[in-house]
């Protein structure tokens, strides 16, 4: 009977068996993905390692996640929250911190991943914040997505940005931008707000 494979035989095999930046295609990354607990998202080819989230970034999306699902549910939409992909478009694929549907039957929400929004949330990383205040605020907007909320722990603020007029190629525009002792308000969720000093105290 052979032994198993080496630690050093596994590692001359590995990079024949995976395909280098820029080689990957969607069902590779979803291959990947479907046996990783990493979050993984990907675009033309090349796939990036987003950083384990901390314990702030996880108990303000606790919050949130909770104040969304408490005013969807009972109005017939959906909330989930990462890990879980957001297909934007062919070759780009997402993993937003929370993601929702006004409607729970909505033929966006497949198993795998969804192939749409009606709002995507991201709480902003320290490693490198321009992914969620410039890259994803470009990438959902061009997607189509009515409205993303940037969750911002260093300035703590919640900005809530809407497409302009609707249309994906106009941008978004600011709904508002929320600090401390105000409470933040959506376009799309009519009466929904969320307390932000609730957001940034929570524990």
Avoid: C
């Avoid at 017939?76 to 694929?93: D, E, H, I, T, Y």
């Avoid at 993303?148 to 809407?162: G, Q, S």
């Amino acid at each position: 009977m052979s032994s198993m494979t080496s630690q050093r035989e596994l590692q001359e095999v590995l990079p024949e068996l995976v395909p280098s930046q820029g080689g990957w295609d969607e069902e590779e990354y979803l291959w990947l993905t479907d046996r990783s607990n990493r979050l993984i998202e990907f675009t033309d080819g090349y796939i990036e390692v987003l950083p384990m989230p901390t314990r702030k970034h996880q108990t303000i999306l606790r919050l949130l996640i909770f104040a969304f699902l408490g005013h969807l549910q009972p109005r017939g939409g959906n909330a989930l929250f990462v890990p879980f992909r957001l297909r934007l478009s062919q070759g780009k694929f997402r993993e937003p911190d929370l993601l929702a549907l006004l409607d729970t039957h909505d033929a966006r929400s497949q198993e795998r991943y969804w192939l749409g929004a009606d709002l995507v949330l991201e709480v902003v990383s320290a490693d490198k914040p321009e992914r969620d205040l410039v890259e994803k605020r470009r990438e959902y907007a061009e997607a189509g997505i009515p409205e993303y909320w940037i969750v911002n722990p260093f300035t703590e603020t919640i900005t809530v940005l809407v497409l302009r007029t609707g249309r994906a190629d106009e941008g978004y525009a600011e709904h508002g931008i929320f600090g401390r002792g105000e409470r933040a308000t959506s376009s799309l969720l009519a009466g929904f707000d969320v307390d932000v000093d609730a957001v940034f105290e929570t524990e």
